[in-house]
């Protein structure tokens, strides 16, 4: 084989390689957002008395934090970050995103870029002393404020 040859051979095999990885890269990508933007429906989180004031809980079967603030308001937060999607955690008393480092308050809002808008807010319902989430019902936002929080009936803000 010529030199030439060998070096067009050899070209077009990195090229090849290239090609795939990028194309095994993009695929994952398109997967893990359909699996982020499934909707379940509504989901019982529980009773109202199970989360204390000034929490946050986990709850993977919503995709989202429930947040109960020292009011005894509730506010369930969609768990991707509004900067590129990645999943946000609760760490330090803030919401962190391990991708590029924006960071949110206890409501979802903006403390540090690159996320410039709130994060995003499921419809929270309090029916018979139970919290219920709506995960078909994203609320994006632009500010947060106050009335983000849904107090049980007996309760005001
Ligand atoms: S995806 Fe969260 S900061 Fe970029």
Redo the contacts with the bound molecule.
């Keep these: 084989m010529k030199r030439r040859d060998f070096l067009v051979t050899a070209w077009q095999g990195m090229g090849a390689i290239i090609a795939a990885g990028t194309g095994f890269i993009g695929l994952r990508y398109l997967v893990s957002q359909n699996e982020e933007s499934t909707s379940g429906g509504v989901v019982t989180a529980g009773a109202v008395e199970k989360f204390a004031s000034g929490t946050v809980t986990p709850l993977p079967e919503a995709k989202c934090y429930l947040v109960r603030n020292a009011e005894g308001g509730f506010l369930a937060l969609y768990r991707?970050?509004?900067?590129?999607?990645?999943m946000?955690i609760w760490e330090r008393n803030q919401f962190q995103?391990?991708?590029?480092?924006?960071a949110f308050t206890l409501a979802g809002k903006v403390i540090s870029?690159?996320?410039s808008r709130p994060l995003t807010r499921l419809a929270v319902q309090i029916e018979n002393g139970q919290v219920r989430i709506d995960t078909g019902k994203q609320i994006k936002r632009t500010k947060t404020t106050a009335e983000d929080f849904v107090y049980p009936p007996e309760q005001t803000a």
């Design positions: 991707q970050c509004t900067h590129l999607s990645c946000v995103c391990p991708c590029h480092g924006s870029p690159p996320a």
